[in-house]
């Protein structure tokens, strides 16, 4: 692996495949693909040509033999074929990428352009076209993840134009759980190396409605932040002048320091994670400047988010505003009940430590649990529990955060009072 050199060349990779895997599918799933559905799945594949590696071009046929789609290939995986373009043949080359690449990047201009922010989604994978490959900026560091080892072939590409356009000091390579393995052993890539620039001695400072966060772009989960909450955070701000803040699953605070900026009299950040506190507490240390946030009382609680709220309402502790913004919990469709019934219980938990007349911020990030599903069971849970809930706002994707396909769809947040 070689830093970018002046002649065009980044990365040692690998030559793709000169001949294109042709495959024939399921009737089923050329309707979903003519539906626009980036995905082909091994099992709806019924002829190949031949075997090919990650990152090979296939190129998709109805079954009268005429092109209906091409995509990245990988063999190692279920999701066999990443489709990048359906309808009319074309070629996939460096002007192709660009093109994709540079029309995400125009999606998110006003936030490019908006100097109070300088972190936020740059590729939004499947949803910008680009399946697979993910893009976030923090500052002058871009964070590359990968969902599937089919994009290491043609990183030289994204590198390019990413160079040129974003002009970052640096690029990050994050890799999925399922890549990691293969990325060594094939390609010699590790998770959190530095593909271009200098190597990390500190992690990245960025900004973000004017707030500074720490990031640690090469261990934190996902690339080191939840960017796509930053709205929702913004909201909290508006709603918290004065009042007392559980935020539950706090991570490094994102939600806290919103309400403290908001004027919160007293904020508790909530987590099963020493690290992610850790760094929450620091992050209202960079931010002291401000007085609202200097003002505010930080309370760090290290717990698993159930028993602590079971404490709390034990200790009879009451709050004017409950934020929980829990992980997925849904990665497969057989766990949607079990999803739906943690987050109930979440719901009559932060009620219990919420007072009379307070807001509920509750949200959700698993795609396999719809909008309505979600919301139905948040209101069940409330009216279970003696306390309806009356609707402020439903909030759902930000702009770096495009749904561009039904599954793309994953997060969604109730903000409401409580009786």
């Known amino acids: 692996m070689s830093n970018h050199n002046g ?4 990365l040692q990779l690998p030559p793709i495949g000169e001949r294109r895997i042709a495959l024939r599918v399921s009737s089923a799933a050329e309707r979903a693909i003519r539906r626009g559905h980036p995905w082909l799945f091994a099992q709806a594949i019924e002829r190949q040509s031949h ?36 309808g009319t043949p074309l070629t996939i080359d460096a002007a192709w990428f660009r093109a994709r690449l540079l029309g995400a990047f125009a999606h998110r201009q006003s ?24 893009i976030d900026r923090y500052a002058d560091t871009c964070v590359l993840k990968l969902d599937t080892p089919a994009w290491i072939p043609h990183l030289n590409e994204v590198l390019a134009v990413l160079l040129e356009t974003a002009v970052p000091q640096r690029i990050m390579l994050r890799l999925s759980r399922s890549v990691q393995e293969l990325g060594d052993a094939l390609y010699g890539l590790k998770d959190g190396v530095v593909l271009y620039g200098e190597p990390l001695r500190d992690p990245v400072i960025f900004l973000e409605n004017g707030l500074q966060f720490e990031v640690d772009v090469r261990l934190g989960q996902k690339t080191g932040f939840f960017l796509d909450q930053r709205d929702n955070r913004a909201r909290v701000e508006k709603l918290a002048a004065d009042k007392r803040v559980l935020n ?22 909530l987590d099963i994670s020493q690290p992610a506190l850790a760094a929450a507490g620091r992050n209202f240390k960079l931010n002291q400047h401000i007085p609202a946030v200097a003002a505010a009382s930080h309370e760090l609680l290290l717990g698993d988010a159930f028993r602590a709220m079971e404490q709390l309402r034990d200790s009879h502790r009451k709050f004017d505003m409950v934020v929980i913004d829990p992980p997925s919990f849904a990665s497969k469709r057989a766990d949607v009940p079990g999803a739906l019934g943690a987050y109930q219980r979440l719901v009559r938990l932060g009620l219990s430590v919420l007072r009379g007349g307070g807001t509920l911020v509750m949200a959700s990030c698993s795609s396999r649990v719809t909008a309505d599903a979600f919301f139905a069971a948040v209101h069940e849970a409330a009216v279970m529990g003696g306390r309806p809930l009356q609707e402020i706002e439903r909030t759902f994707h930000a702009i770096d955060h495009p749904i561009g396909f039904k599954e793309g769809a994953y997060l969604k947040c109730l903000f409401a009072i409580a009786n």
Request: hydrophobic share 40%; net charge neutral; proline share 6%.
């Open 7 to 10: 002649n065009g060349h980044y």
């Open 51 to 86: 075997q090919g590696a990650p990152g090979d071009f296939a190129v998709i046929f109805d079954r009268k033999g005429r092109f209906l789609a091409v995509g990245l290939y990988d063999p190692t995986a279920p999701l066999r074929v990443r489709i990048l373009h359906m």
């Open 111 to 134: 936030l490019m352009d908006d100097p109070q922010t300088n972190g936020y989604r740059l590729v939004h994978g499947e949803n910008d076209g680009l399946p697979g490959l993910v």
């Open 248 to 269: 539950v699953f706090a991570y490094t605070g994102g939600f806290s320091l919103y309400a403290a900026r908001g004027a919160a009299r007293e904020v508790v950040s």
